[in-house]
């Protein structure tokens, strides 16, 4: 049996973090992957044809870089192990709407306030106090963001004594809508703003969300915003082979079968092929809690209160389905160069369409008009197809159950056709004979993928008020601990949930350092 200080199951972004974190410390590492690639959501895949790289889930790094983990780790991970990222200085997305007219996201706040207020001088206005406001709370709320959750009364114990911190703590408890449509007044923006807002798969109408609404807009004009080179699958491909140089191991194609638990601790693991690897000092699992609790490992090990929590545990409201194309040229838009030159566009038609298509989730019905946001990133990056083709990636958001007597592994195409519906109202050139290849994922292809993915979410469990900061995953278990010893949660069921950051991953290898006396 090979053994190892450290074992971390699952190589998403989480545990890649965590496992690099750790091996750079000075720990032995093996990580294990159940899937043939690294990465999870993070990756980058052939999945049309030949030489088209897709995203199987990332688009936009940003959060990833804001992650304090990358001042550790981002300079050798680009002199050693190839990470490039092609950084995005100026238009960063663009919408498109019916009547003609178009918003696009500028960088630079001063030229995006100055295109709003072609369509609002108020609503420019505005938008400037907005990001003034989020420029004073900023650096507090990425230090929450990237720490073990306090509980909620420090928190608001510290925002109630300024009037400042009374507005955060009031906008907290607002819906993204009610947000949008109290501060801004012109449809096009307000369309602009709620679609954005909505991109961490919140839902419109949700109370105790309007905080998204920060933390998706005003933050790209002061972090930096980029995409790897060859795809998000560079990032954690990189901290792989990063553990790998300092004497761990990577597994691929290799799935849990069992955490072996021995008189409360967890002392190895053993894989589907009877493999058996043992740990010295910490496991760590970033697998999702049913998986990992409910059927790796015997529930007699664990109380029956925290038994209770992990069944109790809510998935995602909101599903993902996703469509990969191989192209012969990129969407050309009716809307001018600069509009075709972005890249990245999300299609919303108006506010009042995407009350419609989340409604219409609620009840299990895919939308009949659903937004598409459509990233066609070989435009910057021809690395990602062969010469002169492209690669474009389409999400909308779905029902995981559907109601209506479908199942998706029969709907899926049609539901496709229902995206190219939407991009081809605005496009003159998504035509059958520019579509070379295409692939498909619904909510329950992307669970199937990544069971991280619960029914079909991308944020590992829902982000409600009740699986929030200090209460994920859930009461008396936000600390990254387990209630056995040696075993730690790393997942994106824990604070502050799923993304492209690998944020508990990092937050879990500083707790597991820290308490073996480690240096940061």
Request: charged share 25%; net charge neutral.
């Amino acid at each position: 049996m090979e053994h190892y200080d450290v074992i971390v199951t699952g190589a998403g972004i989480n545990g890649c973090f965590c496992g690099a974190l750790l091996a750079k410390s000075g720990l032995k590492v093996l990580l294990v992957e159940r899937n043939r690639y690294i990465g999870g959501d993070c990756a980058t895949q052939e999945i049309t044809l030949p030489g088209f790289r897709h995203e199987m889930g990332g688009v936009i790094h940003l959060w990833a870089l804001i992650n304090p983990a990358m001042k550790v780790l981002r300079p050798e991970l680009e002199q050693k192990f190839g990470l490039k990222y092609i950084p995005i200085k100026d238009a960063l997305i663009a919408m498109p709407f019916t009547d003609g007219k178009y918003i696009i996201v500028y960088k630079d706040i001063d030229r995006m306030v100055e295109h709003l207020a072609t369509y609002s001088r108020k609503d420019a206005k505005r938008y400037r106090e907005v990001v003034d406001f989020w420029l004073n709370l900023r650096d507090g709320f990425f230090g929450n963001f990237f720490s073990a959750p306090q509980p909620p009364s420090l928190t608001l114990a510290g925002l109630e004594k300024t009037e400042a911190g009374l507005e955060w703590i009031r906008n907290q408890n607002l819906s993204v809508k009610d947000f949008v449509l109290e501060n801004f007044e012109d449809p096009h923006v307000r369309t602009m703003m709620l679609d954005w807002s909505l991109c961490p798969m919140e839902r419109p109408q949700q109370d105790g969300k309007a905080a998204w609404f920060f933390v998706s807009i005003p933050l790209i004009h002061t972090y930096e915003v980029g995409i790897p080179q060859r795809g998000s699958g560079s990032l954690t491909e990189g901290l792989a082979r990063m553990i790998e140089a300092y004497g761990g191991k990577v597994l691929t194609a290799s799935p849990v079968k069992k955490y072996i638990i021995e008189g409360g601790e967890a002392r190895g693991i053993v894989l589907a092929d009877g493999t058996q690897f043992s740990a010295g000092k910490a496991i760590v699992t970033t697998i999702d809690l049913r998986n990992t609790f409910l059927k790796l490992m015997d529930e007699g090990h664990l109380p029956e209160k925290f038994v209770k929590g992990v069944k109790n545990f809510k998935a995602d409201k909101v599903a993902f389905f996703s469509t990969h194309l191989a192209l012969n040229e990129p969407p050309r838009f009716k809307l001018g160069d600069e509009f075709n030159s972005i890249g990245y566009w999300r299609m919303a038609d108006s506010v009042e369409a995407i009350d419609e298509e989340y409604a219409e989730i609620q009840i299990g019905r895919p939308p009949k008009n659903p937004g598409v946001s459509a990233s066609c990133w070989s435009m910057w990056d021809p690395t990602r197809a062969p010469a002169g083709k492209h690669v474009l990636c389409m999400n909308t958001m779905a029902p995981y159950n559907l109601t209506d007597g479908n199942n998706w592994d029969d709907f899926k195409e049609e539901y496709y056709n229902r995206q190219l519906e939407m991009i081809r109202k605005y496009t003159t050139n998504m035509t059958d004979d520019n579509i070379l290849a295409q692939t498909t994922f619904s909510p329950i292809d992307h669970e199937r993928n990544n069971c991280s993915n619960m029914e079909g979410g991308i944020q590992g469990g829902e982000l409600d008020l009740s699986q929030t900061g200090y209460l994920r995953p859930f009461p008396g278990w936000s600390q990254y601990r387990t209630p056995i010893k040696n075993l730690w949660m790393a997942g994106s069921y824990c604070h502050p949930g799923g993304g492209m950051h690998g944020a508990s991953g990092t937050i879990a290898a500083g707790l597991i350092a820290k308490e073996l006396g480690l240096k940061k």
